[in-house]
């Protein structure tokens, strides 16, 4: 017999319990299973562990509560202060890399000759069709980047053949550029995509001939001395102003045909896509801030 079998709670005697009404049978029988149910007070009770390390706790926040405001103010580090450009314009600590002036710090991708891309009179450039694509001389790492690109004003082709275009981070990642305008194609090739990974949560572009603006914050994948990658990279993406990819996982190159691949790689080029297919896309005041 063990703990469970032997006897009723002591408060309920046996005598009583024949004649106990109905209402207090019922708790009474409950109370025992409910006893019965427990576990042996020499077996460990499972942890709750599991379930408590998923939740976030801030060790900084488990001393002793402040009750004076500024035992939770601090003057270090001090900010750098940045002057914010208007409309458009880089703000003080962006480094541009095309202003409409030139086209010296790019290079033709396929064979690192000089870009050989249109230079307009307004300050922008356009895809110079078979010329390939373009890149910059320099690398970065995390980066956020202000680009402005124009899809041209006289539609030409259909789906993936209008406007297309793409922003590779790093050389190797496509958001996508393409003139959507009464233009469907599959939605993880559309403008705003992380070619063939992300879907764009908005559809979000000027009339076809305006300039389209992304806003874009991209952090490095990262990769072990073997070349494993150890941490993906994220993209975030607004387009005019539209939050369009969210902090999104780089699951590897974005190719045309094929799973995402992930090489080694450090700083990279930021590089513009020539489609080879006429679609003179314009783009115009790039600059970045290295993160
Ligand atoms: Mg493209």
Redesign the pocket.
Known sequence: MNNCQKELPTHIHKPTFTIMKKQYLLPAMALVIFACKEKPKDEPMEESKPLQDEVIVYEEYMREEPTDPEATEFYEPKVPVVTPGVNGTPPSDALVLFDGSNLDGWITSKDSTAAKWHLNKDKSMTVNDKTGDIQTKQNFGDIQLHIEWQSPKEINGEGQHRG???IFLDGLY?V???DQNDNPTYVNGQVGSI?KQHVPLAMASVPTGEWNVYDIIYHAPKFNEAGGKIKSGTITVLQNGVLIQDHVEIKGTTPYIGWPKNPPHGEGPLML?D?GDNSRVGYRNIWIREL
């Open positions: 297309n275009s793409g496509e996508q550029v393409l070619y896509q489609h």
